[in-house]
């Protein structure tokens, strides 16, 4: 069987464009060079409004390729839903036009996908910094102030030979699978978020149904970091959005977090803390004996997320 066949494919890549031409064209160079063989697959290009060459390059292109072109910008979010309504595979695979990418990239997160088998949700994997090869993502978590940020600690080597596969609470769009079946249950990204936590907010709407999203560890891309213009423009607007929408999940999120930075302190003189039974909550939920987290620790997460709402009044009281 041809992997180029127009039959649907198993696999849809949708790439989002605007302008960065040759950026484009090196992750397209190394996507046609690491599919393996056997996969059928096709490529969603969706130009938004680029006026650097790419429409010119673009219009050079044919089969496996398929190319959108979008009247105005719409933006990360926008774009990818126009490129995901046309798709004809059963996996969609996100990637940004800034990858480089090299082979075995690709199979160890579908191996992921049908490891979780019917829950499974979003599934990323470990990304570099192109420019310095450090690890820049190994899944998403969230932190003390209630705020998503990357996960940057390398994975150990047992994990990579025994536990391939890593439960996270979201992945970053830049490289993800997840299945079409699943992207059309949650609607795709919400655009109400413009080049920013829509990768967080569909794994939140992911997770919130009951599935499971994860990063295949023994799959590695190199990524060159926000290198499309405007980029990081409204951050702190996409953040306080995400946060006003998932308030109590981030918080229970950072609660592991919050509870281990708060116990350690107990342990070289437990008479000293207050609340003897708090502590052995702590205790238990830090050793996975407990699955709620302790009341302190979302009481704790809850004020420092009120104090991230309340800078965000002010910075956007104007």
């Excluded at 960065?20 to 409004?49: H, K």
């Amino acid at each position: 069987m041809s992997t180029r066949s127009p039959a649907a494919p198993l696999l849809s890549v949708i790439t989002p464009l605007f302008n960065c031409l040759p950026y484009t064209q090196a992750m397209v160079a190394s996507l046609l060079a690491s599919i393996p063989a056997r996969v059928s697959y096709e490529v969603i290009l969706v130009d938004d409004g680029s006026t650097d060459g790419t429409r010119e390059w673009l219009a050079t292109l044919g089969p496996p390729f398929r190319v959108v072109l979008n009247e105005r910008n719409l933006g990360f979010g926008g774009a990818t839903n126009r490129g995901a309504g046309v798709a004809r595979g059963r996996v969609l695979a996100l990637l940004n036009n800034d990858l480089v990418l090299a082979r075995g990239w690709l199979r160890p997160m579908l191996h992921a996908l049908r490891s979780l088998g019917r829950r499974a949700g979003v599934v990323g994997n470990l990304q570099l910094n192109a420019a310095t090869n450090e690890l820049d993502h190994a899944g998403i978590i969230v932190n003390l102030k209630g705020k998503p940020e990357h996960d940057r600690r390398p994975p150990r080597w047992v994990e990579h030979a025994f536990l391939p596969v890593r439960r996270v609470a979201a992945v970053t769009g830049a490289c993800l699978l997840l299945r079409a079946d699943t992207w059309r249950t949650l609607g795709g990204f919400d655009e109400v978020f413009v080049n920013g936590c829509e990768d967080v907010d569909l794994c939140l709407r992911a997770r919130d149904r009951g599935l499971r999203n994860a990063v295949a560890l023994n799959s590695r891309v190199r990524h060159h970091i926000s290198v499309s213009p405007g980029r990081k423009r409204r951050d702190e607007e996409n953040t306080r959005r995400l946060v006003l929408r998932w308030r109590d999940t981030l918080a229970e999120l950072a609660s592991r977090e919050w509870t281990w930075v708060h116990f350690c302190p107990i342990v070289p003189e437990p008479r000293d803390f207050p609340d003897n039974a708090e502590a052995l909550r702590m205790a238990a939920y830090l050793c996975h004996l407990r699955r709620p987290p302790p009341p302190t620790a979302l009481a704790g997460m809850g004020e420092a997320i009120d104090a991230e709402l309340a800078r965000w009044r002010e910075m956007f009281s104007d």
